[in-house]
């Protein structure tokens, strides 16, 4: 019985993340992105931190009970399926000609490392420690500066006249500071609530994996499964949202820097984090 229950709790816990992603992280993070006037490429990248939140949770909870293991196979896993789910994403919305940009094609290509950077640890077997906290923010800030300045060179040059009347006609008006302000806490309660539901996820797994004996990568595996759901609603709803416009290269450059944000987080910021908490809680 005790089995069935927790069960349940995980197919509960899971659905409340894809309801409270889709239902209100999406919609807040629209509204909030207009209010501010802000450009497809940093809503992308807002969209890839508050989606990298169930990450955060999984793996700072991970690690503070000493499972520290299973934190790079989470962050690998869910890097990997998030790549996944954006070029099915992509791929449905047929928007695959917008990734001949030369800015996307660099944000790509940074992705792919935060890919082999994880899976080269794994299969070599190295100890991921505290002594890589620099390591990681230097290649964090090294791939954000990549990434700024590939948008600077290579995509406002290459856009074209009728996707700049297009962000012309559909700006909203500025100077709407209560509401900015309304969305932003919106956004707090939000992260919040992803952090309980994570939690409470979290000591879920954690109850079955002592229940079953499950090893540490399965376990991390599955974390990265469930944590990339809201990246997978994301990455479907900013480019229906840009389709309705006919704008279809906003909403890839919106999904592209939200699967590049969230993956260079999930890897070397969360990383980062986790091996702090393990640092401090658990050696």
């Known amino acids: 019985m005790k089995i069935l229950i927790e069960f349940g709790k995980f197919f509960v816990y899971s659905l409340l993340i894809v309801v409270i992603s889709k239902y209100i992280l999406v919609p807040i993070l629209r509204k909030f992105g207009e209010s501010l006037d802000l450009k497809p490429k940093t809503i992308g990248n807002l969209s890839g931190i508050a989606t990298s939140v169930p ?32 070029s099915l994403a992509v791929r449905m919305n047929k928007n695959g000609k917008v990734l001949q940009n030369k800015a996307l094609k660099i944000d790509l290509i940074l992705v792919l490392f935060t890919i082999i950077i994880p899976f080269l640890l794994i299969i070599f077997k190295i ?11 230097l290649l964090f800030t090294l791939a954000y500066y990549l990434n700024h300045n590939g948008h600077k060179l290579y995509l406002k040059r290459q856009m074209s006249e009728e996707l700049k009347k297009i962000e ?15 969305y932003l806490i919106y956004l707090i309660l939000i992260g919040l609530s992803l952090f ?4 409470l996820l ?4 954690q109850i079955l994996s002592n229940i079953f004996k499950i090893p540490e990568f399965l376990l991390g595996i599955a974390l990265g499964f469930i944590t990339s759901i809201p990246e997978l609603i994301t990455f479907f709803e900013s480019q229906k ?3 309705i416009n006919n704008d279809n290269a906003s909403g890839v450059v919106e999904a592209t820097n939200n699967l590049l ?19 401090i809680y658990v050696t």
Do not use: D, R
């Not at 309980?196 to 939690?199: P, S």
């Open 241 to 243: 949202h840009h389709k």
């Open 261 to 279: 944000t969230s993956n260079i987080l999930n890897l070397f910021i969360i990383q980062s984090i986790a091996l702090v908490l393990y640092q």
């Open 168 to 182: 012309e006609e559909t700006k909203w008006v500025k100077g709407k500071k209560k509401i900015m302000i309304l």
């Open 127 to 137: 100890e991921v420690n505290i002594t890589m906290v620099p390591i990681f923010i």
């Open 196 to 199: 309980i539901v994570g939690n």
């Open 202 to 205: 979290g000591n879920t797994l």
């Open 55 to 86: 990450e955060l949770l999984s793996v700072s909870s991970s690690a503070i009970v000493g499972l520290i293991g299973t934190s790079i196979y989470n962050i690998f896993s869910s890097n990997v399926i998030n790549v996944i789910q954006y």
